[in-house]
Nanobody, 122 residues
Framework: QVQLVESGGRLVQAGGSLRLSCVAS????????MGWFRQAPGSEREFVEG????????YYNSSLKNRFIASRDNAKNMVYLRMSNLSPEDTAVYYC???????????????WGKGTLVTVSS
C-alpha cells in the first residue's frame, strides 16, 4: 500500500513557473514507477510526465514540449514536477500516481493522490 499526497498547487500568472511535490508513504516506494497526471474540468485525466522506479527511464507527454520535468528523490520518498512557461490551458488538478507495472499510464496506476489545483491566469 502506498499513500500519496500532492502539494504546491496555487494561482500563478501565465508565463510563470511552479514546482509541485508529492510525498509517498508506505513500503517499497523506490520500487514504483511514478507519474504525474492532470485533469481539467470536463476533460479526462491526462498523462504529463513520469519516470521509472530508479529514475533511469523518463516518460513524457510530447505535446507539453518539455515544459514539464519530473524528478524523484527515493531517499526522501518524494516526487516533483517542475513546470515552466505556464499558460491558462495548464489549469487543472494535478495528481501523482504510482505503479509497479512496466507500462506507465492512467490505466496502469495503482495508487493515486488526491491532487493539487494549479490555476494559471492570463
Amino acid at each position: 500500500q502506498v499513500q500519496l499526497v500532492e502539494s504546491g498547487g496555487r494561482l500563478v500568472q501565465a508565463g510563470g513557473s511552479l514546482r509541485l511535490s508529492c510525498v509517498a508513504s508506505g513500503r517499497d516506494f523506490s520500487s514504483y514507477s511514478m507519474g504525474w497526471f492532470r485533469q481539467a474540468p470536463g476533460s479526462e485525466r491526462e498523462f504529463v510526465e513520469g519516470m521509472s522506479w530508479m529514475g533511469g527511464t523518463r516518460y513524457y507527454n510530447s505535446s507539453l514540449k518539455n515544459r514539464f520535468i519530473a524528478s524523484r528523490d527515493n531517499a526522501k520518498n518524494m516526487v516533483y514536477l517542475r513546470m515552466s512557461n505556464l499558460s491558462p490551458e495548464d489549469t487543472a488538478v494535478y495528481y501523482c500516481g504510482a505503479t509497479k507495472s512496466p507500462s506507465l499510464s492512467r490505466k496502469t496506476i495503482e495508487y493515486w493522490g488526491k491532487g493539487t489545483l494549479v490555476t494559471v491566469s492570463s
